[in-house]
């Protein structure tokens, strides 16, 4: 797959680094939505009780 066809779907950036949910990021763009949804997966994961609450998620949420 020739990632010279490719840009990144938040900034237009043509250095693409990953896929994310089939769409293209690049390395920026990609940690930013990477973390969102690692922060999102936890703080589900935290709502139906399989991670304790003592792991304070949302402090991180925002930034
Ligand atoms: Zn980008």
């Given at each position: 797959m020739p990632n010279t066809m490719l840009k990144c779907?938040?900034?237009?950036?043509?250095r693409v680094a990953v896929l994310i949910n089939g769409k293209p990021y690049c390395t920026y763009c990609g940690s930013k939505i990477l973390r969102t949804h690692l922060i999102r997966t936890l703080i589900n994961m935290q709502r139906e009780g399989?991670?304790?609450?003592?792991?304070?998620i949302e402090e991180y949420a925002d930034s």
């Open positions: 779907s938040a900034c237009g950036s043509t399989l991670i304790t609450s003592t792991i304070k």
